[in-house]
Structures are given as C-alpha cells and as structure tokens.
C-alpha cells in the first residue's frame, strides 16, 4: 500500500507542482533551457517518450533523458508513450528518470512493471489518454504514486485542451483520496489550470506555456497562483 492512512477526503493536498513537457523546448538549446525553466521556479521536467507505434509521433530516447539530468537536479517525470513499456522502463530509470509513467492501454496488467520500476528506485505512474475511462485505473491505484490525465490526444505539443476529459482528475481525486498525486498534461495554460485546479490536480504539464513565453517566470508565477488559487479537494466539480 503507497496510500496508508488517508486523511479525510476534505484534509489539504500536499503540494501543488509545475512540470514543463521538455517536448516544447527548442531542443538546439537543450540545456540552455532546461537551465531556464529551472530558473523560473518550476518543480519537474516532464519528458515524452514516444515510439510512432503507440503514438503517431517520434521522439527521445534515454540519451536525451541523461542530458536532461546533467542539466538539472530537479525530479525528472518520464512519460513512456510506447509499446511494450516493461521492455524499456530499466534504460530509462538508469538515463534519470525520477518518476515513470505508463499508460495502462499498453499493459493493461500493470502491477509487475509498477514492482520493477519501484524496485529500480523510481516512482510508478499510470496515464490514460482521453478515451480510457477514469475507472480503469481505481484496481491499481494504492500500487502507484502518481496517475496522469490526458486531455490531449498524445502525441504532438501545442494541441487544443479537452476540457470533457477534466471530470476524470475528480473521479481519481475521489477514489484516492487527497495525498495522492494527479496529473493533468494537455493544452494546460493559465486559463485552463483553472478548471484542472477545480477538479482536483495538483500536477500540471505545462509545455508552451511555459517555454514558449516571453517570460517563462511570469508564466509559471500566474499558473501557480491560479493552480493554488482554484484548487479543490472537497467534493471536487
């Protein structure tokens, strides 16, 4: 059990914490901004791994993984957009990866790698794109420390923000109750970190928001204060 002795479900949350999806950085400058958004008072990176079969889309491997890490200490959240993620969960932890996520339409028995990537010294996660039900993960939810809501389809930064997938952060928030760590990546900016705050998220991904601004610690300043401001953790939306 990772969830002992909840508090009551109106007790506060623990933290609230900003992770820039490194997928809208200018990657010629990798470090240049990681180093940036650092110096802006984020909490993570959030880094997208995507293989072109699970998703319609290319991206990192663990090498981008490990120049991330030697550009900054703050926690490094992975999110494996991939088939067969239990196939390569151990690369990735040893590249730096802090927490790890997978999504659960890909490994629908997912407790064995939750184990492995426990047992390797990372955090487990679970994700569900916009289409999975909330519901899919409740079985699983003691054995991970963290579940991500998309609310995107995944696959390509910048998309628009799917605010019918939000109601999922308040089913999640209800059945795991408050110490429990969701997360929200998809079209998040200060404006919509409102409804995500309503619901009951207490992580947000944030990517163009953020690293595309022309001042990324304004940014990340106004999505905090409206994250704190808007957040809800008794009977949520």
């Given at each position: 059990?990772?969830?002992?002795?909840?508090?009551?479900?109106?007790?506060?949350?623990?933290?609230?914490?900003?992770?820039?999806?490194?997928?809208?950085?200018?990657?010629?400058?990798?470090?240049?901004?990681?180093?940036?958004?650092?110096?802006?008072?984020?909490?993570?990176?959030?880094?997208?791994?995507m293989d072109g079969h699970f998703v319609p889309n290319l991206t990192f491997g663990p090498d981008i993984v490990m120049a991330i890490r030697r550009a900054s200490?703050?926690?490094?959240?992975?999110?494996?957009?991939?088939?067969?993620p239990e196939r390569y969960a151990e690369e990735f932890i040893r590249a730096g990866a802090s927490i790890l996520t997978f999504h659960i339409e890909a490994l629908?028995?997912?407790?064995?790698?939750?184990?492995?990537?426990?047992?390797?010294?990372?955090?487990?996660?679970?994700?569900?794109?916009?289409?999975?039900?909330?519901?899919?993960?409740?079985?699983?939810?003691?054995?991970?420390?963290?579940?991500?809501?998309?609310?995107?389809?995944?696959?390509?930064?910048?998309?628009?923000?799917?605010?019918?997938?939000?109601?999922?952060?308040?089913?999640?928030?209800?059945?795991?109750?408050?110490?429990?760590?969701?997360?929200?990546?998809?079209?998040?900016?200060?404006?919509?970190?409102?409804?995500?705050?309503?619901?009951?998220?207490?992580?947000?991904?944030?990517?163009?928001?953020?690293?595309?601004?022309?001042?990324?610690?304004?940014?990340?300043?106004?999505?905090?204060?409206?994250?704190?401001?808007?957040?809800?953790?008794?009977?949520?939306?």
């Amino acid at each position: 059990m990772n969830i002992p002795n909840l508090p009551h479900p109106g007790a506060p949350a623990h933290r609230t914490l900003i992770a820039p999806s490194v997928l809208a950085c200018d990657l010629a400058r990798l470090g240049d901004e990681i180093r940036a958004v650092d110096a802006a008072g984020v909490d993570w990176h959030h880094v997208d791994i995507m293989d072109g079969h699970f998703v319609p889309n290319l991206t990192f491997g663990p090498d981008i993984v490990m120049a991330i890490r030697r550009a900054s200490e703050k926690p490094l959240d992975v999110h494996l957009m991939i088939e067969e993620p239990e196939r390569y969960a151990e690369e990735f932890i040893r590249a730096g990866a802090s927490i790890l996520t997978f999504h659960i339409e890909a490994l629908p028995e997912p407790r064995p790698l939750i184990e492995k990537i426990r047992k390797l010294g990372a955090r487990p996660g679970l994700v569900i794109r916009p289409r999975t039900p909330a519901s899919s993960l409740f079985p699983f939810l003691r054995d991970v420390d963290m579940a991500l809501v998309m609310t995107v389809e995944p696959g390509f930064t910048g998309q628009k923000f799917m605010a019918d997938c939000v109601v999922k952060a308040a089913q999640i928030r209800r059945e795991a109750g408050p110490q429990f760590d969701i997360e929200v990546d998809g079209g998040i900016n200060e404006k919509t970190v409102e409804q995500i705050a309503r619901a009951g998220a207490n992580v947000v991904v944030a990517g163009a928001a953020i690293y595309r601004a022309d001042d990324p610690r304004a940014a990340v300043r106004r999505i905090r204060d409206s994250l704190k401001r808007n957040i809800r953790w008794r009977d949520p939306i």
